[in-house]
């Protein structure tokens, strides 16, 4: 039986309006919707259709605050087995080397997995960097970027796609896999696999049940802070050229103007 670990996000909706809090400078989540990241759907997706090509089971990691039991859900719904959540208010503001510490802590609870799968980066942070540190952290090897994968016994496959062209890759399992939006178009779950989700087991974690210090994770440890932020000055209304026959002359006087050209 292969055991497939799926790690996922629940981000602001990208058509909600985002900001930062006042505070810290922080992503404020509160002030926008919430939804289970797209590129995590694709990835329960491929996990759910090497799971039904043999015998399998999906398990889904998410770290977060309780809402995040929402994006669990939908995860569960589209028919993965189980999921641990790690909730813990000292995670908040975490850089990606303390999220990716508490992400590998978490796939460690998971016995005997086979393959761990993520999306290539998340809607919100955009770093892309998270999957690479957790498969150093678990010292597995990385097939990242991949728009195929294909898993033979003991064996994945999987094709990378870049700007100057794919590339074949392959690992002995267990190994770690992120996915690009072009793996696959994921499932809308059932009104039975909602009803099913209700059912399904989800453990929810601390820090300190993963055997991790506050002092390691958290906005005071992080690497980076933002220490100042502000909104979008709003737009302004452009500059209107009437052309008496010299309107080509009053734009390029304009662009020089602005040291455009």
């Not at 796939?107 to 809607?123: C, F, H, M, P």
Request: proline letters at 4%; a negative charge.
């Amino acid at each position: 039986m292969t055991k497939i670990v799926v790690l996922v996000k629940q981000v602001p909706d990208t058509y909600s309006e985002r900001k930062l809090a006042e505070g810290d400078h922080t992503l404020d989540r509160e002030s926008a919707d919430a939804v289970l990241d797209e590129i995590n759907e694709r990835a329960v997706e491929e996990a759910l259709k090497i799971k039904e090509a043999g015998e399998g089971e999906v398990t889904v990691v998410s770290v977060g605050p309780d809402r995040v039991t929402d994006a669990i859900r939908k995860a569960l719904s589209m028919g993965a087995d189980k999921a641990i959540h790690v909730s813990d208010e000292a995670i908040k503001g975490s850089d990606l080397i303390a999220t990716a510490k508490v992400l590998a802590a978490a796939i460690g609870k998971v016995e005997s997995y086979d393959l761990v799968i993520t999306g290539n980066e998340a809607s919100d942070g955009r770093g892309g960097a998270v999957p690479a540190v957790v498969a150093e952290l678990l010292g597995l090897p990385q097939l990242t970027h991949l728009r195929e994968v294909t898993v033979e016994g003991g064996t994945i496959k999987g094709v990378r796609e870049t700007e100057d062209g794919r590339a074949t890759l392959e690992a002995n399992l267990p190994a770690l896999i992120s996915v690009t939006e072009k793996i696959n178009e994921p499932r809308y779950p059932s009104f039975k696999g909602i009803m099913a989700a209700k059912k399904k087991p989800v453990e929810t974690l601390t820090i300190a049940d993963l055997g991790i210090d506050a002092g390691e994770v958290g906005l005071a440890n992080a690497s980076s802070t933002v220490i100042e932020a502000a909104p979008k000055p709003p737009r302004e209304a452009g500059q209107r050229v009437e052309d008496d026959g010299d309107g080509g002359v009053k734009i390029v006087e304009y662009l020089v103007g602005q040291k455009l050209v």
